[in-house]
Structures are given as C-alpha cells and as structure tokens.
C-alpha cells in the first residue's frame, strides 16, 4: 500500500469504502496469482498474507494517535488538541 499509510490515520473510512478496497484488492490478487473466481475469499487473503483492510487503517490511528502521545514538541497543535479531545467533557447533541 505504500505511502497511503500514511493517511489512513487521518482520511474517515466506513464499511462501504473497506469492502470496495478489500475486492478490489482480492480481485487483482486473483488476477495476478490465476485464482479462480469460486476460491473463497479467506483463502486468497490466508494465501497472500493480506490483513483486512478495517484492521490495516486501526492499527494507523493507533499509530498516529501514539505518535501526537510521544512527539517530543508537546505544545505543537496536534498535541495540544488530542490532549484537550482526551479531557474534554464530551458535549450533548
């Protein structure tokens, strides 16, 4: 995946986006590797090691998350606003 790592922290990702991206992906796998289309899709992902595409943007914001924690420049804005969304009281709607 590259350098999209770097913004499944910040770029919003719902169900419908996760399922595009994961047959997609399938699909050019069974392309590239001449699986056939009835091979399940547990297979394919078993077979090239693929991670499920909700687990690979978590473990982003969890990277970024971990990063804004330990920047060493603690007033930087990113750190001063995850430090206050941390401890703000959460506001009716």
């Known amino acids: 995946m590259g350098r999209?790592?770097?913004?499944?922290?910040v770029l919003?990702?719902?169900?419908?986006l996760a399922n595009r991206y994961s047959s997609t992906l399938r699909r050019n796998v069974r392309s590239i590797l001449h699986?056939?289309?009835k091979t399940?899709?547990?297979?394919?992902?078993?077979?090239?090691?693929?991670?499920?595409f909700h687990a690979t943007v978590a473990a982003n914001n969890v990277?970024?998350?971990?990063?804004?924690?330990?920047?060493?420049?603690?007033?930087?804005?990113?750190v001063r606003l995850l430090r206050f969304q941390l401890t703000a009281e959460p506001r009716g709607t």
């Open 35 to 37: 699986i056939p289309n």
């Open 4 to 9: 999209i790592n770097d913004l499944l922290g």
């Open 63 to 78: 990277r970024l998350l971990e990063s804004i924690k330990h920047n060493p420049f603690q007033q930087t804005c990113a």
């Open 12 to 16: 919003p990702c719902d169900r419908a």
């Open 40 to 52: 399940p899709n547990a297979l394919i992902d078993a077979e090239v090691r693929i991670l499920p």
